[in-house]
């Protein structure tokens, strides 16, 4: 089973609202990853959390803030967010933080900020 | 430099044509590569990983050329259902996660 699951599918939210994305994960992997991607552009990296803990912030402003509650999830905070970061938001797991492992992607979270 | 480029496209082929996608990596130290494929608002979903030794998976094919940096995918006899973005993905320097080129449009037209 390579599946990784989101929730929601959708979000649509105001910029004064505070919300939450869910990533889940039950193939053992320990590495997990929050991507946004625009449209026609590659998915941009976010975080990297290893081992439950936070290992890249990718300068990522503080409205957006991940938590990892145990190694099968991996949560992302939003708040007071701008129309910009409207996106879909990817989640991503693999075996380990590394150079030669690959990445399994959930079906992602599409968010409209207005 | 950005680390991976892709050919920027679109390729508009005909079905049963066979079409080639190029992508230069620019860390020599780079160990692995992959190609993913994403449809319209969904996901990347994995195609094939891209070893030394070149891989095949029925109609695709994946080289990995050292010497010149480059990656290359090769689909023969495309399909209508291969219409996609391809992305070629590669390790970045040190130990972070994998970098993405900015994909390539694939039309494949009746």
């Known amino acids: 089973d390579t599946e990784v699951t989101q929730t929601p599918k959708h979000l649509v939210m105001g910029m004064t609202n505070k919300k939450s994305l869910k990533c889940e994960q039950h193939m053992g992997h320990r590495a997990m990853y929050w991507y946004k991607q625009k449209a026609k552009k590659p998915p941009e990296l976010m975080f990297v959390?290893?081992?439950?803990?936070?290992?890249i912030n990718e300068s990522v402003p503080s409205r957006f803030s991940p938590e990892c509650p145990n190694s099968s999830l991996l949560n992302l905070h939003l708040h007071a967010l701008q129309p910009e970061d409207s996106a879909l938001y990817l989640c991503?797991?693999?075996?380990?933080?590394?150079?030669?492992?690959?990445?399994?992607f959930g079906p992602g979270t599409r968010l409209t900020v207005l | 430099r950005k680390e991976v480029e892709q050919d920027p496209g679109p390729f508009n082929v005909p079905e049963g044509a066979t079409v080639a996608f190029n992508c230069t990596y620019s860390?020599?130290?780079?160990?692995?590569f992959f190609w993913y494929r994403q449809d319209c608002r969904k996901e990347p979903k994995l195609l094939m990983s891209?070893?030394?030794s070149g891989n095949e998976d029925g109609r695709f094919t994946a080289q990995l050329n050292r010497a010149s940096q480059y990656i290359s995918l090769l689909i023969r006899d495309s399909k209508l259902s291969d219409s996609a973005t391809y992305l070629c993905v590669g390790a970045g320097s040190g130990n972070t996660p994998l970098v993405f080129g900015k994909g390539t449009r694939l039309s494949v037209i009746a």
């Open positions: 891209v070893y030394s």
């Open positions: 959390y290893s081992y439950e803990k936070l290992s």
């Open positions: 860390n020599s130290a780079s160990q692995s």
């Open positions: 991503a797991s693999s075996q380990a933080q590394g150079l030669v492992d690959t990445q399994y």
